[in-house]
């Protein structure tokens, strides 16, 4: 990339500070997301004996798989971007959405733990300054005018006990995902599968992931978590 022909200071002048996002909030980074969701999705199915299209892998075939999301290259998602072709089960009853949301949360799981590294590591920093000047006087102020006295200390730790608040919200908001089909109501699985459990199936498969399931949407998940997410960061 070149900083004088870069869209954003992000990919230019400050490139550098955002290095550790770039493997997952990247185009990249969306492409392995999807691919993670796609082939976990196909060894879910593979586990499913009333699957009988898809027989059980085998462990070697098991190893191969993980291994394309655990050494997926820019080789790899440049040779995605150069094929359209799908294998017949690995999007079996999926619409697009089932795969981008999940992949949009993957994504958002991986930056998030970036930005709270970060983020503990300035309240760390301020505490420290609040420890190391607790005892250093400092005027106060109060409606606009001086009043009783303080400490650096003290009005540095004011400010670590907000962040620290604001930091476990940031960590605690569920990230969500569905994998429910075109209208969000299992349609197509039932009508191949009607034995199967699929919203027990979807809600494994989701959390298998590390993400919260959410049992109830139309074609989309409604992204209310992201904003709820955006907001506390």
């Not at 199936?201 to 949407?217: C, D, I, K, R, W």
Request: proline content about 4%; charged content about 20%; some cysteine.
């Amino acid at each position: 990339m070149n900083a004088l022909t870069a869209l954003s200071p992000l990919d230019g002048r400050y490139a550098s500070k955002c290095d550790a996002l770039r493997p997952f909030l990247s185009e990249f980074g969306l492409i392995h997301a999807r691919v993670t969701v796609e082939v976990r999705w196909l060894q879910a199915l593979a586990n499913r004996p009333e699957i009988t299209e898809v027989p059980a892998f085998s462990a070697a075939t098991n190893a191969a798989l993980d291994a394309i999301v655990a050494d997926f290259s820019e080789n790899d998602a440049n040779r995605i971007k150069d094929i359209e072709r799908t294998g017949e089960f690995i999007h079996f009853a999926c619409t697009s959405e089932d795969i981008n949301n999940l992949s949009h949360a993957l994504m958002l799981k991986s930056g998030r733990d970036v930005l709270v590294a970060s983020m503990q590591q300035i309240i760390d920093s301020i505490v420290a300054l609040s420890e190391k000047h607790a005892d250093q006087p400092m005027l106060s102020r109060t409606h606009g005018q001086t009043a009783s006295p303080t400490t650096l200390g003290k009005e540095m730790a004011n400010v670590a006990y907000r962040l620290a608040r604001q930091i476990k919200q940031f960590k605690q908001v569920e990230l969500l995902g569905k994998i429910n089909g075109a209208v969000g109501n299992y349609n197509a699985h039932l009508s191949a599968y009607p034995d199967i459990n699929w919203p027990a199936h979807s809600q494994a498969f989701v959390e298998s992931l590390g993400l919260s399931f959410n049992p109830y949407t139309t074609q989309i998940e409604p992204h209310d978590y992201m904003a709820e997410l955006f907001d506390a960061l």
